[in-house]
C-alpha cells in the first residue's frame, strides 16, 4: 500500500547540532509539506513544496531548511537546533487539490 | 495572529449525544475548509471538508456546516461513540490549486464517555 513514512519517529538533540528528519511518499503526490505541532497552536506550516526543485517558507520557517530532489522525498533540516524547536513535526502530501495525508510524526527533544 | 479561532478547548460528550466543535476565521479569501481528526501519538487524518459553495456536508455522522457571511463553520458529530474520543482540528486554506497549505485552529480535545 502507498504510504507515508517519517524517520526517526523519535529523536533526542543537543542545542547547536544540526539535525534532518526525513520524510518519503509513496503516493507519487507532487506537493510535500512540513507543520511543527505544539500545545495551544495546532499545526504550524514549516515549509512545503509543490514539486521537484520547488521549495517554499511557510508561516514559522526560520532556522529550518528544505530541499526537493525527487517526488517521493522533502527532509527536513534544523540548521542549528534550539530549544524551542521542540515539537512534534509532522510531514504530509496531497495531490494538486486532493485531500491532504499527515505522516505519523517525529517527536523531536532539543537539550 | 490566529486566523482560524477553535472553541471549545475541550469537550465532554455522553455516549449517544451530539458534539459540536465551531470555528470562525478572518480572511475571506479561504476557500477550502477541512477537518482533521487526530488520536495519541498519530498524524491527523481527514475527516471531512467543505467548499464555500455549499452550507453544509454531511458523511456519515459526521456534519460540517458552513455559514459565509459569519464566516464560522462548525462540526457537528451526530451519536458520539467513545472511538470519537480524539482531538479535533478545524483548517482553511487560501490556496485553491492546492489545498494542503492549511491554516489550522488550536484544536479541541474531545472525551465521549461510555
Known amino acids: 500500500d502507498a504510504e507515508i513514512t517519517q524517520s526517526p519517529r523519535h529523536k533526542i538533540t543537543e542545542t547547536g547540532r544540526q539535525v534532518t528528519l526525513a520524510c518519503h511518499q509513496t503516493?507519487?503526490?507532487?506537493?510535500m509539506f512540513w507543520y511543527r505541532q505544539d500545545l495551544g497552536h495546532g499545526l504550524r506550516l514549516i515549509h512545503y513544496s509543490y514539486g521537484v526543485q520547488d521549495t517554499n517558507k511557510g508561516e514559522v520557517s526560520d532556522g529550518y531548511s528544505v530541499s526537493r530532489s525527487n517526488t517521493e522525498d522533502l527532509p527536513l533540516t534544523l540548521e542549528s537546533a534550539a530549544s524551542s524547536q521542540t515539537s512534534v513535526y509532522f510531514c504530509a502530501s496531497s495531490l494538486n487539490r486532493g485531500p491532504v495525508f499527515f505522516g505519523p510524526g517525529t517527536r523531536l527533544t532539543v537539550l | 495572529q490566529q486566523q482560524v479561532k477553535q472553541s471549545p478547548q475541550s469537550l465532554i460528550v455522553q455516549k449517544g449525544g451530539i458534539s459540536i466543535i465551531n470555528c470562525a476565521y478572518e480572511n475571506t479569501a479561504f476557500d477550502y475548509f477541512p477537518w482533521y481528526q487526530q488520536f495519541p501519538g498519530k498524524g491527523p487524518a481527514l475527516l471531512i471538508a467543505i467548499r464555500p459553495d455549499v452550507s453544509e456536508k454531511k458523511e456519515g455522522r459526521f456534519t460540517i456546516s458552513f455559514n459565509k457571511s459569519a464566516k464560522q463553520f462548525s462540526l457537528h458529530i451526530m451519536d458520539s461513540q467513545p472511538g470519537d474520543s480524539a482531538t479535533y482540528f478545524c483548517a482553511a486554506s487560501t490556496d485553491s490549486s492546492n489545498t494542503g497549505k492549511l491554516i489550522f485552529g488550536q484544536g479541541t480535545t474531545l472525551q465521549v464517555k461510555p
Open positions: 503516493w507519487n503526490h507532487n506537493n
